[in-house]
């Protein structure tokens, strides 16, 4: 349980971080001058529950032998509602939005979601080609390390 926890300050610390340098680097740009503590502490919740999320999830603490695919959409389905619900409490989402917003909102997700699967892919496609060289030089007695 403490290696959970570990993880979970962890995650919470990078994405807390993050958040912050993105949140001041959009008030830079739209020439915002001040940042509440409103919507700092607003941040800090967000980061919270979606570290929570994402080390539960993630983590073999509760998903024990569960492949990535199945982990990703998961965490795909349950994080969604949370982070339009943190864009409509920090205002950066107000009323139902245009197809448009929505449209655009939803192919930025699509586009991470596939470029996470194809990572994942490329990374196994490598491990598989690794381990099948591996198994070919150990059966002509060349071991390799």
């Not at 700092?40 to 994402?54: D, G, N, P, R, W």
Request: net charge positive; proline share 1%.
């Amino acid at each position: 349980m403490s290696k959970f926890i570990s993880l979970i300050r962890d995650a919470i610390s990078y994405c807390f971080a993050w958040l912050i340098i993105v949140i001041t680097g959009l008030a830079i740009v739209l020439d915002i001058k001040t940042i509440s503590v409103s919507t700092i502490a607003k941040a800090f919740v967000f980061c919270v529950v979606t570290s929570v999320l994402f080390v539960s999830v993630f983590s073999s603490y509760f998903f024990k032998k569960t492949k990535f695919i199945v982990r990703l959409s998961c965490f795909t389905a349950l994080f969604l509602p949370i982070e339009i619900g943190f864009l409509y409490w920090v205002r950066l989402f107000t009323g139902k939005g245009t197809t448009a917003q929505w449209i655009i909102f939803a192919g930025i997700i699509v586009v991470l979601y596939v470029s996470s699967l194809v990572i994942d892919c490329t990374v196994n496609k490598k491990l598989g080609e690794a381990y099948t060289s591996q198994l070919k030089n150990y059966k002509e007695g060349l071991t390799h390390e």
